[in-house]
């Protein structure tokens, strides 16, 4: 397939037991996962970052913003105290289940011949091949999907259902015969996240119109029913599972150099310092030297 193998690969953690999935292929490396973070004495979390440093050389955090904000906190104030641009906090505006599904994306990349800047950079472009969503038993609290009057006042009517899309582009529909919600327009697998929601409409009705080529089941994230607003909801998104298809995707596009930490990116944003593009073009020799020195090429 024309990828080869890193000898250390990238570590990819996320804060959950619940968001390291079932390995996709053999190649799928081991989710790291950072759980307690939000119990456990700040000291044992700077020991585990940096053991993690010392052991990968980088890595990458992927978590849902409806995690508890102090766990956000605790990320962000280890990763201060290190002092360090090798961690990278991933944190794309997606429900908890695609969280897991791009954290199992990165986890099958990191056992290819990606440096961790190019890596780190992977999850933004992959995150566009992702349709997540959710059926739901009400919508009267959700606040993270753009929700229209009507439907919050329908949301009262005993045994309404909503499907809800949530990525690539927001979109609400009540459930009727005629539902309907876009989806890819590409070949995709799908998981399925079920919640206190009784319903076959996901794994029948949607998965049937969206072509879905294999389906599976897991079970949902402590985060989904605080993203949703519901316990009451089934959970789903697709995605490319190949890992090969993945991998082409990524050495497609063309790559950079950050032009702070010097290290590999695509896209106009280093997910590592959090440097973005500069307006004007940082000159070749300049960024040889950012590359080579890993120091500041401004």
């Known amino acids: ?44 979390s700077l020991a585990a970052l940096q053991t993690l440093i010392d052991q990968h050389g980088h890595v990458i955090v992927v978590y849902s913003r409806a995690v508890p904000p102090v766990v956000d906190q605790r990320l962000r104030t280890v990763r201060s105290l290190l002092e360090s641009d090798r961690i990278a906090l991933f944190q794309p505006d997606l429900p908890p289940l695609a969280i897991a599904v791009l954290a199992r994306q990165l986890r099958q990349l990191a056992s290819c011949d990606l440096s961790p800047g190019v890596l780190a950079s992977a999850g933004r472009l992959l995150t566009h091949y992702l349709h997540a969503g ?30 809800v899309l949530a990525h690539p582009q927001p979109q609400l529909v009540r459930i009727a015969p005629d539902a309907r919600l876009a989806g890819p327009e590409f070949a995709t697998s799908m998981l399925v996240a079920r919640g206190q929601l ?91 030297r950012a590359h080579q020195h890993q120091l500041p090429a401004g």
């Open 1 to 44: 397939m024309g990828y080869g193998e890193l000898r250390v690969p990238t570590a990819i953690a996320v804060t959950g037991a619940d968001m390291a999935l079932p390995a996709q292929d053999e190649r799928t490396l081991p989710a790291v996962v950072l759980d307690g973070l939000d119990r456990q004495p700040l000291d044992h």
């Open 134 to 163: 959710a059926l739901l038993g009400s919508v009267a609290k959700l606040d993270r999907v753009p929700v229209g009057l009507k439907s919050h006042a329908k949301s009262w009517v005993p045994g309404s259902q909503f499907a």
């Open 198 to 288: 009784q319903s076959d409409w996901v794994s029948g009705d949607l998965a049937t119109s969206w072509r879905i080529q294999g389906l599976r089941e897991a079970p949902p994230p402590a985060e989904s029913a605080e993203w949703w607003g519901t316990s009451r909801l089934i959970e789903f998104c697709t995605f490319l599972p190949d890992l090969s298809v993945l991998y082409q995707l990524v050495t497609s596009v063309r790559q950079n150099i950050c032009h702070w930490c010097g290290i590999d990116v695509i896209g106009d944003r280093c997910v590592f310092c959090s440097a973005t593009a500069p307006v004007a073009p940082v000159p070749e020799l300049q960024q040889q």
